[in-house]
C-alpha cells in the first residue's frame, strides 16, 4: 500500500513539473506582429504584411502546427486571416496576406497543416 501511494506522489509531482515535455516547446505563443487577443477570427480586420516573413516569423508560423496550436494561439501569433473557407475535405483553412501565400489548415480547433508557398 505505501508503494502505490509512493508511486502516486511521485506521479504528480513528475507531472506538475512538466517532465516528458518538448523542452523546445513553447510554454504560450507570443503575440506576432499583427497578432490579436480576440477570440474569433474576423476577416474584415485582417492586416496585409507587404514583406516576407522574418526567418523568426516563418519558425513560429511553423511552431503553430508542429506544436499543434489551437485558433486562439493562431490568432495571437497571425492576426486576423483575410480569407477563411471550409475545403471539400470538411477541414476550415485561413490564409494569411504575406507575399507569400500563408494557409493554416485547422481540424475542429487544432492545426492539423501550416504551409507558405
Known amino acids: ?3 502505490i501511494v509512493l508511486f502516486a506522489m511521485l506521479a504528480a509531482v513528475l507531472i506538475n513539473f512538466g517532465c516528458g ?3 523546445t516547446a513553447p510554454k504560450y505563443f507570443a503575440r506576432g506582429r499583427l497578432g490579436t487577443d480576440d477570440p474569433v ?3 474584415s480586420k485582417a492586416s496585409t504584411m507587404p514583406y516576407d516573413p522574418t526567418p523568426q516569423e516563418l519558425q513560429e508560423f ?9 485558433k486562439r494561439d493562431v490568432l495571437r501569433v ?4 483575410m480569407e ?4 471539400a475535405d470538411g477541414m476550415e483553412r485561413w ?5 507569400q501565400s500563408c494557409i493554416v ?3 475542429g480547433d487544432y492545426v492539423v497543416n501550416a504551409i507558405c508557398h
Request: proline share 12%.
Open 41 to 43: 477570427p474576423d476577416t
Open 21 to 23: 515535455d518538448d523542452p
Open 1 to 3: 500500500m505505501k508503494r
Open 84 to 87: 477563411i473557407w471550409e475545403g
Open 95 to 99: 490564409r494569411y496576406p504575406w507575399k
Open 62 to 70: 511553423y511552431d503553430l502546427y508542429r506544436y499543434t496550436a489551437g
Open 105 to 107: 489548415k485547422f481540424k
Open 78 to 81: 497571425m492576426g486576423h486571416p
